[in-house]
């Protein structure tokens, strides 16, 4: 008797400690979105082949606070054996949209209304990039062309954008409405939206 009370008490005890520890790692991940990212990958993500390089890039969204638009952004380059990753601005709702351009030199940009990206393809790294962006505050129309100079950088092709959008590719602006995907110039204009208005 005293000894299946002694199992019964101490299946208690491991079960009470694995209870707690179940809690606090779920608490962890459900409020650590760098954790739940490295985990996990992203909630969302997009991808497009960078030319004849060999490369992907792909956008990666992870959500900040489970309940709202707010989102951990990151960006990711893979091929040829080589992989670069880079955690990039928060998005704090409103601000996913990342465009995809081509430099003259080869290289590739990801800009966006909070930050700006050179992808260099040999060696591939990430890096900062600044340039003059000058915000225009409307959007440019689609354009048949398959590589529009950028009307917001001096010297960069505009190749697409990664942003919720329709089956179609039509912006949708949230989460609830469309997909998270790469969609062409031909689609989508260029288009940042300015974070101060």
Not at 8 to 34: K, N
Not at 65 to 79: C, I
Request: glycine fraction near 12%.
């Amino acid at each position: 008797m005293w000894k299946a009370l002694r199992i019964f008490l101490r299946v208690v005890a491991w079960g009470t400690v694995v209870v707690i520890l179940f809690f606090v790692s779920s608490c962890y991940l459900f409020f650590d979105p760098q954790l739940r990212h490295d985990i996990f990958g992203g909630d969302y993500s997009a991808s497009a082949k960078l030319g004849d390089t060999g490369l992907v890039v792909t956008v990666e969204l992870v959500n900040a606070v489970s309940h709202l638009a707010e989102f951990q952004r990151y960006l990711v380059v893979s091929g040829n054996g080589a992989r670069a990753s880079k955690e990039i601005a928060v998005d704090h709702g409103g601000f996913p949209r990342a465009n995809l351009y081509r430099t003259a030199d080869g290289n590739y940009v990801i800009a966006g209304s909070l930050d700006a990206w050179l992808i260099s393809t040999n060696p591939v790294e990430i890096k900062p990039y600044s340039a003059d962006l000058q915000f225009i505050g409307h959007g440019q129309p689609p354009t048949q062309a398959p590589s529009p100079p950028s009307n917001y950088f001096k010297g960069l092709v505009y190749l697409g954008t990664f942003d919720f959008a329709s089956e179609g590719g039509q912006p949708v602006g949230s989460v609830s409405r469309g997909q998270f995907r790469f969609v062409p110039p031909n689609i989508q204009g260029e288009y940042i939206r300015d974070p101060g208005g």
